[in-house]
């Protein structure tokens, strides 16, 4: 696997759970080379042979008309599988694409995409802020990202925020110079903190400019936080 080379997925679908039947109905896909956009896009609107849910409408409004003349997912998988072939996959809530997607490579005869190969962002991005939320919508607003055009779910589109989402969780414009200090970081050495000073460094305060400290801790009390933290000059002086 090209590890510069990485793939930005999304799918639309008619519900929310292969196994009872739902299919998918969009599949956007964003080629990106050191988690840059490049120009190669993959996107298809799948027939899925089945009616579409009122809800899943109101999620992508791609309707049972739109999609009726449209390929079915076995007519588009060599294209599919050809241009995700050798890429790391980044997708957003990954479980629910990756589900979907390899139930339907399945019933085609083809083998699923490996779990190893997936970029769960929503994962990501619960690390970095757990405390969210972290939905795609509310990582474009954290980032500055414009999904103005957002008004439905569309998977090329939503590749291509995501895109620019991800770009921001690894490290934003610049993802090369992200120190992985578990890793060793960017020479690849493990991280080790500096060792402590021999000896201290010399105080650049005044005996007067200690006193004076002295004098004003004195008024605080003895609860002061100066008297808990403070470890030389004024403090110690206040505690004598």
Partial sequence: MDASRE???DTETTGLDPGAGHK???????????????????????????????????VH????????GKPTFA?????????VDGARLVIH??????????????????PPLAAD???DTLELAQARHPFGPNSLDALCRRYGIDNSAR???????????LAEVYLELVGGRQPGLGLDLAAGGAGGAAWQPLPPRPSPLPARL???EIAAHASFVATLGEGAIWLRFASDGGARVARD
């Fill in 75 to 83: 007519e588009v998988a060599d294209a599919f599988a050809a241009f």
């Fill in 117 to 119: 190969r997936v970029v």
């Fill in 151 to 161: 008004t439905l779910h569309g998977a090329l589109l939503d590749c291509a925020l």
């Fill in 7 to 9: 793939v930005v997925l």
């Fill in 24 to 58: 998918v109905v969009e599949i956007g896909c964003i080629e990106l080379v050191n988690c840059l956009p490049t120009e190669r896009r993959f996107h298809a609107y799948v027939n899925p042979g089945r009616p579409m849910p009122p809800e899943a409408l109101e």
């Fill in 61 to 68: 409004g791609l309707t049972d008309e739109f999609l009726a």
């Fill in 206 to 208: 005044s005996e007067a």
């Fill in 93 to 110: 809530n990954a479980g629910f694409d990756i589900a979907f997607l390899n139930a339907e490579l399945a019933a085609c005869g083809r």
